[in-house]
């Protein structure tokens, strides 16, 4: 079945700065990958997400990239704001099973 | 117009008992899930329901029995609760594969 691994497990950034985040999948039949927001306490939220017929998408300071040869996907945050601290999830799936998670980033955006 | 809800928020109970959680999705899909995140926040999947039918039973616990009514519904049933069930239960739903999964509030279950 599908594997997905996510690094870094955390990450510091100054208010401003760029994020990045990184996932790899096992499954070469997995043609979605969504990134979740999940602000403490609360449920896991779509921010973006992107299909294996696509190589880049970009929504206002996020974009994910997606390379399929390599089986690699990556968040990346623009200009962060203190409002961006939160865990994210990335998460893979061919379509005949649910999504698999990544085990997710906890971003810690300093003022 | 919540899209995915789950009762309770929070549950409190003994080992040994046995407890349901139930979930509700408005958004007329046809998939639902349930998902586990530890203490770890591990998301990991559990059960996947197509139009009432189940799809994916990951290795869990015969203690943990999932019934779906109606394709709007997917409830949860714990038997013998131990302490590593403790953790938060996420209900989801999306409507068809590969497409965007929405979660329910999750439920908090502590077992003591």
């Known amino acids: 079945g599908e594997n997905v691994e996510q690094h870094p497990s955390t990450l510091s950034v100054q208010e401003g700065d760029s994020a990045v985040i990184k996932c790899t999948y096992s499954?070469?039949?997995?043609?979605?990958f969504p990134w979740y927001k999940q602000e403490l306490g609360k449920r896991p939220q779509l921010i973006i997400d992107i299909r294996s017929n696509v190589g880049e998408k970009k929504d206002q300071r996020i974009a994910v990239t997606l390379n399929k040869t390599a089986k690699h996907f990556s968040l990346h945050i623009t200009e962060t704001q203190p409002e961006d601290s939160a865990v994210y999830f990335c998460a893979a799936t061919s379509g005949n099973t649910p999504l698999v998670f990544g085990k997710g980033t906890r971003l810690s955006v300093i003022a | 117009d919540t899209a995915v809800s789950q009762t309770p928020k929070y549950l409190v109970t003994q080992m040994g008992n046995d407890k349901s959680i139930k979930c509700e999705q408005n958004l007329g899909h046809d998939t639902m899930y349930w998902y586990k995140q530890d203490s770890k926040k591990f998301l990991k999947i559990m059960f996947s329901?197509?139009?009432?039918?189940?799809?994916i039973n990951e290795t869990v616990p015969n203690r943990f029995s999932p019934k779906s009514p109606d394709k709007a519904h997917l409830n949860l049933h714990i038997n013998s609760l131990e302490l590593g069930d403790s953790a938060v239960y996420f209900c989801?739903?999306?409507?068809?594969?590969?497409?965007?999964?929405?979660f329910g509030q999750g439920t908090r279950l502590t077992v003591v």
């Open positions: 329901y197509n139009n009432k039918e189940l799809i």
């Open positions: 499954d070469s039949a997995s043609n979605y």
């Open positions: 989801a739903s999306s409507q068809k594969a590969a497409t965007e999964a929405f």
